[in-house]
């Protein structure tokens, strides 16, 4: 299992999702604040589901989003790999 890390683009310390509200099924808006204590930068962020990589086992008849192409998929299982590598 993975976490989304959340980098501080200023003082590349750790940020911290201090609140968020969901506006959609598919988006949800956060707020961020560094962790760092003399950086103490924040912002508001979008987390938004945009295309169906892989179909789900339990299917919800409201999930209607777009089926991504070969490429997309191609590019996510990159990224997995790439993650796993870097990660050790």
């Not at 089926?67 to 790999?81: F, G, H």
Request: aromatic share 6%; charged share 25%.
């Amino acid at each position: 299992m993975s976490a989304y890390k959340l980098v501080c683009p200023h003082c590349h310390s750790r940020m911290r999702i201090r609140t968020s509200e969901g506006r959609h099924i598919f988006l949800r808006i956060a707020y961020l604040q560094c962790c760092a204590e003399a950086c103490g930068w924040s912002v508001r962020a979008q987390f938004e589901m945009t295309h169906e990589l892989s179909p789900s086992g339990m299917p919800n008849p409201e999930v209607k989003l777009p089926k991504a192409d070969r490429a997309l998929r191609q590019a996510a299982m990159n990224r997995e790999v790439d993650e796993t590598v870097h990660s050790d």
